[in-house]
């Protein structure tokens, strides 16, 4: 079975700053997808990045972009220019493409300060 | 405007009672699915359904009954036998396919009293 792990219950960053958050997976399956979602204090989910395992290329999304490591099964969030908006649970996801289950991880609350 | 009705936003039962969180899209998608979250546990899957008529138990099924009769309904309904039901639960939709995020309606929250 697929499993998302992800470190760090608690970030937290400076604004303006740079932020990296961490998560890793595990998996037998080649093809998937990963994604990372923010749940702001509305508890609303909101997609932030996606990307394929096939592609190597990493995903960015203007401040944001990930670093995709699949040998390591890694897949980390990077945050730049942080902003106070930016404050909000992140929650790292997997999504078979087999099963098409969404897989979460515990998920890491983010404070900025300013 | 296409999204994921979720109804209603709080909710409250008594022990000993059965309840149906409603889940309604108009976004055409195939799949849905239910989520409890919990502090410090993330989203935990209870059921998802990719097709009409059909649907799967997830980690945490024990105590929750779905049904999909219409492509756009997926209600869950929180029985009597689910020890803890406190939590905030989230109904999501996907395509099946490429790109296939999850999009998510707004949650309900539902108190035990």
């Known amino acids: 079975a697929q499993t998302v792990t992800q470190s760090q219950p608690e970030m937290s960053v400076q604004e303006a700053e740079t932020v990296t958050l961490s998560c890793t997976y595990d998996?037998?399956?080649?093809?998937?997808?990963l994604f990372w979602y923010k749940q702001p204090p509305s508890r609303q989910m909101i997609l932030v990045i996606r990307q394929e395992a096939y592609k190597q290329q990493n995903a960015t999304e203007n401040r944001f972009s990930v670093n995709f490591q699949k040998a390591a099964k890694s897949f980390s969030l990077k945050i730049s220019d942080s902003q106070l908006g930016d404050a909000a649970m992140y929650f790292c996801?997997?999504?078979?493409?087999?099963?098409?289950?969404?897989?979460f991880g515990t998920g890491t609350r983010l404070k900025v300060l300013a | 405007d296409g999204g994921i009705t979720q109804s209603p936003k709080y909710l409250f039962r008594k022990e000993g009672q059965n309840v149906t969180l409603s889940c309604e899209q108009n976004l055409n998608h195939d799949a849905m699915y239910w989520y409890r979250q919990d502090p410090g546990q993330g989203l935990r899957l209870i059921y998802y359904?990719?097709?009409?008529?059909?649907?799967q138990k997830g980690d945490i099924a024990e105590g929750y009954s779905v049904s999909r009769e219409k492509k756009e309904s997926f209600p869950l309904t929180v029985t009597s036998a689910q020890k803890n039901p406190t939590a905030f639960y989230l109904c999501?939709?996907?395509?099946?396919?490429?790109?296939?995020?999850?999009?998510f309606g707004q949650g309900t929250r539902l108190t035990v009293v």
């Open positions: 998996t037998s399956e080649s093809d998937y997808y």
């Open positions: 999501a939709s996907s395509i099946i396919g490429m790109y296939g995020e999850a999009f």
């Open positions: 359904s990719q097709i009409v008529n059909d649907f």
């Open positions: 996801a997997y999504r078979s493409t087999g099963t098409y289950k969404y897989i």
